[in-house]
């Protein structure tokens, strides 16, 4: 037996190949998708940008779960350089969300508080839901801690638009709305900084094994 084995290593199997983390990752991919679909339309019609804000990052996260999917029964150094894909496209995320929020704060829009408040309930209620599905893999390789961060991030992004639309429907302006966006990608910047490292450090692993 090689040395190098270890708990999690070649002795094993992946973690993250097995039926119940494969079986997590398509009812998440299911759940986004729809609420992708549902957020995106509700944003545009209450002209709210951390709402946006939430439906991209909802397609994001389906694209984050079918990458993993596809990865999950191949070689270790594949799953981290899919997770390295996908911190990259959580930073490209969070500057898109800060854009998003700079020009809507040029142009003064106030959104609907009401449907805000709807919607993101409604949200919170899928992430919470796909988050417990995968609390148990959040201590997995990068491709695992990824796919958990992208759950953990939802569900805090959606508590905090439920507090822009409170914020929104007490002073009747939008600055709540602007300063939720403005966190919440921060707080995907910081999470693509996290998942980016972690992948890198395990693809360099491996090479200083081979």
């Not at 094993?12 to 986004?32: D, E, H, Q, T, Y």
């Not at 894909?85 to 704060?105: C, L, N």
Request: glycine share 8%.
């Amino acid at each position: 037996m090689s040395s190098d084995c270890h708990k999690g290593s070649c002795c094993a199997p992946p973690p993250g190949n097995s039926a119940r983390f494969r079986r997590a990752l398509w009812i998440a991919l299911a759940v986004n998708g729809a609420m992708f679909a549902i957020e995106l339309s509700a944003a545009w019609h209450a002209s709210s940008v951390s709402l946006l804000a939430d439906a991209v990052d909802f397609l994001g996260d389906s694209a984050n779960y079918a990458i993993s999917l596809f990865v999950l029964g191949l070689a270790p150094a594949w799953r981290s350089r899919s997770a390295l894909i996908k911190g990259i496209s959580m930073g490209v995320y969070g500057i898109f969300v800060f854009r998003q929020t700079a020009w809507t704060a040029l142009n003064g829009t106030v959104p609907d508080a009401a449907t805000m408040s709807k919607v993101g309930f409604l949200a919170l209620a899928a992430n919470v839901g796909v988050a417990l599905l995968l609390y148990s893999f959040r201590d997995g390789d990068a491709n695992m801690r990824s796919v958990w961060l992208c759950s953990r991030n939802d569900a805090i992004g959606n508590v905090a638009v439920l507090l822009a639309a409170l914020g929104v429907f007490g002073t009747g302006s939008g600055w709540p709305d602007l300063l939720v966006a403005t966190l919440m990608s921060a707080l995907a910047v910081f999470a693509a900084v996290s998942v980016v490292k972690q992948s890198l450090a395990e693809l360099r692993g491996r090479k200083s094994r081979s």
